[in-house]
């Protein structure tokens, strides 16, 4: 019975990566942009399980990693007119940057320090845009419209690929031990640095990929929407949505957050269309329910019912 | 420009408006002292506060400064509910589970508030108007709000210094076990403790509605100042807390006068990463078990 299971579950999920592949040649546009916006979520929710997921440093402000990344993509083509796929990579460099330059202090804060901090990095990036000082740069509250000229297919394929690496590197943290020391540090901090682990570097490193996943999934974001300003770019909701779907789908798991993504996308999408006001509480709901019925994600809870083999590489 | 005056200016209304983010971040500081929880829905108390006062002058025509006692009773039975609920479930887990929950009940309240009091900025136009204070004009809504927060901390003080259950909050942020075992029911001290910062915060909404516009999402601001205040006084310090909050309110007007109002909003990001740097406990930080 189980062993049925689990086949059913690799099915499904070559199916699903297959359906993935060629979803912008075979759907209409509004599915293919749906199909789109999940793969947008995965990479969101999959980049920052990296640090929270692995190290359980939550991060409340992951939106601000993905907000400098739209940036950093939107000013090199709009002010530079870079070719685009340097431009998505500088979307993901300037974030892995800024997130190394943030780290550097922040890091060392622990539990709730770390996560209001984070709170708080997220908003003052956001002021800090829309200040007349960076007004040269990041053209303040006016924001930036600019025309990437790239087909909606060549965006698709680089988010696809986007995901595909960050899954892949989530895969390669959690068998390696590199994941292994990440997940000491979740444990027991000060037991993983009496043993000899470097832990701020270490964090550090989780940080940077985190942030530089965050930073390339904004950058080619950025011109699919063909505009970036402070308010929507920082908005808080980009943070709440992954680490929701992140929660759902198993934090610290290879394959929660793909799972998070794509159930809660197709939700996201009906919320949309059915209660546009509350859309933002539904995830509320949804948070504080996860936390007291299903702590540990529908992966995790797969696992504990041997639907999916107990193991860290998914 | 003369800048000498300007400071001078500065400081004095930093003395109050810091006063009143006191009243806040006292609040928060009793929460995390005695159940080890960051309280992320603490803004939304402020907000549910603020518009409390809002709609009771609007819709029903009560005096606002009535309205701080209301609203200090209704967050107080309301704080009570949430945390019976929700809250104590969490007790005693992972720091995880009590940000990710206090984080999900946040994003329900200000979702809602916007959904139902849209997303249109208010303000309750009830003290106008501005008195002369050691050569300086201030707001009379910043002196009443002075006068609350130093009568409502002053209340605290003598309740948790002179009163059994004031006693039993201090055993149990102390530690919470020994105090079990002592025959303090902590789940109750517990509740009391929350019920009582989110009383704390919706006066000061009151105030606050009265002082400078509100919206639905304003609790986040208040939370991340309050947070700075009681990272900068030392976690779960009430006393730490009310200097924190005069000498943020003081960085804040200053930041405000001196480059640009909007600024003032990066204060407690730059007070943060300072503290966390420079002292990570705190000016009066206790020791972490």
């Known amino acids: ?314 | 420009m003369d800048l000498l005056p300007v400071i001078y200016n500065a400081l004095i209304v930093g003395i109050f408006i810091g006063s009143l983010y006191g009243l806040i971040a006292v609040g928060l500081s009793l929460v995390y002292g005695v159940m080890r929880v960051v309280n992320i829905a603490h803004g939304e108390f402020v907000m549910l506060g603020a518009f409390l006062t809002f709609f009771g002058w609007t819709l029903l025509g009560i005096n606002p400064i009535i309205s701080i006692v209301i609203a200090l009773v209704v967050l107080f039975f309301f704080g009570a509910i949430i945390h019976q609920c929700l809250v104590e479930r969490v007790i005693g887990k992972p720091m995880l589970s009590s940000l990710m929950l206090t984080f999900g009940i946040s994003i329900l309240i200000w979702n809602t508030a916007q959904a139902i009091f849209t997303t249109n900025i208010k303000a309750v136009s009830y003290l106008g108007g501005s008195v002369t204070f050691l050569g300086v004009n201030i707001s009379k809504s910043y002196i009443l709000g002075f006068g609350i927060a130093a009568l409502l901390v002053a209340a605290l003080f003598a309740f948790l210094k002179f009163t059994k259950w004031g006693k039993a909050i201090r055993a149990t942020s102390q530690n919470d076990e020994v105090a079990l075992v002592c025959g303090i029911d902590t789940k109750k001290v517990r509740t009391l403790a929350f019920a009582l910062g989110a009383a704390f915060a919706g006066s000061a909404g009151s105030v606050i509605s009265m002082t400078w516009f509100i919206f639905p999402q304003m609790g986040f601001n208040y939370l991340a100042k309050a947070f700075a205040i009681i990272v900068l006084g030392g976690l779960g310090s009430i006393p730490g807390a009310l200097i924190g909050s005069l000498i943020y309110g003081a960085a804040e007007s200053l930041t405000g006068q001196l480059l640009e109002a909007r600024m003032s909003q990066v204060v407690p990001f730059a007070i943060l990463a300072t503290i966390l740097v420079v002292k990570p406990s705190g000016l009066f930080g206790v020791r972490e078990r």
């Open chain 1, 1 to 314: 019975m189980n062993r049925l299971i689990k086949q059913v579950g690799l099915i499904l999920l070559i199916a699903f990566s297959g359906m993935m592949v060629v979803a912008p040649l075979v759907f209409d546009r509004a599915d293919a942009t749906l199909a789109y916006l999940i793969l947008y979520f995965i990479a969101l929710a999959s980049s920052w399980n990296i640090l929270s997921g692995f190290t359980g440093y939550i991060n409340f402000g992951h939106a601000a990693f993905m907000g400098v990344g739209m940036y950093a993509t939107a000013i090199s083509i709009a002010d530079f007119s870079l070719w685009w796929p340097v431009s998505w990579i500088l979307g993901g460099v300037f974030a892995a940057t800024f997130a190394l330059i943030v780290g550097l202090p922040v890091l060392r804060t622990k539990g709730p320090y770390f996560a209001i901090t984070m709170l708080a990095v997220a908003e003052g990036t956001r002021v800090l845009f829309g200040t007349r000082y960076m007004e040269p740069i990041t053209r303040a509250g006016d924001g930036i419209a600019f025309s990437p000229g790239i087909s909606f297919q060549t965006k698709y394929y680089g988010m696809l690929v986007t995901v595909a690496l960050c899954v892949w590197v989530s895969y390669k943290i959690s068998t390696s031990q590199f994941g292994l020391r990440l997940m000491a540090i979740r444990e027991d901090e000060e037991a993983a640095e009496s043993m000899g682990i470097n832990s701020t570097r270490l964090k550090i490193s989780a940080f940077t990929i985190s942030a530089f996943f965050a930073g390339l999934a904004g950058g080619i974001h950025s011109t699919f929407l063909h505009y970036v300003d402070p308010f929507h770019t920082f908005n808080i909701q980009f943070t709440i949505i992954p680490i929701v779907m992140a929660v759902f789908g198993g934090v610290g798991t290879v394959l929660g957050p793909v799972i998070g993504g794509t159930v809660l996308q197709v939700l996201n999408d009906f919320i949309w269309a059915h209660f546009l006001q509350l859309n933002m509480a539904v995830f509320g709901v949804l948070l504080a329910a996860l936390i007291l019925f299903l702590p540990q994600g529908l992966l995790e809870w797969m696992k504990e019912m041997r639907w999916v083999e107990k193991t860290r590489k998914i």
